[in-house]
């Protein structure tokens, strides 16, 4: 069984900071690249920022500058450094991992975490 568990939302006033958490657990044998999705009410859900193994990194246009992915290989751990927060960054944010189990590659989702940002 394969997990990825985030924390760090919660509701934050326009301009302030908040650093987002995934951690993986389980059976597995590697992750391959990881990544942080957005989905606010009525929107589909978008790419924030992706992650691959080696720390190639890869943002949103509106986001970068504002927004830092980063990993830990060595605890299965992502985060997402989110500042200058405005309202409209306000969404359920989901963890993506690719994962290699058993000799296949496959995507795994989080549950989501929430960041309200308040104006």
């Known amino acids: 069984q394969v997990q990825l568990v985030e924390s760090g939302g919660g509701l934050v006033q326009a301009g302030g900071s908040l650093r987002l958490s995934c951690a993986a657990s389980?059976?597995?044998?590697?992750?391959?690249?990881m990544g942080w999705y957005r989905q606010a009410p009525g929107e589909q859900r978008e790419l924030v920022a992706s992650?691959?193994?080696?720390?190639?990194?890869n943002y949103a246009a509106s986001l970068k500058g504002r927004f830092t992915i980063s990993r830990d290989n060595a605890n299965n751990t992502m985060y997402l450094q989110m500042n200058s927060l405005k309202p409209e960054d306000t969404a359920i944010y989901y963890c993506?991992?690719?994962?290699?189990?058993?000799?296949?590659?496959?995507?795994?989702w989080g549950q989501g975490t929430q960041v309200t940002v308040s104006s």
């Open positions: 389980g059976s597995f044998i590697s992750i391959n690249d």
């Open positions: 992650i691959t193994s080696g720390g190639t990194t």
């Open positions: 993506h991992a690719q994962i290699i189990k058993y000799g296949l590659r496959r995507g795994y």
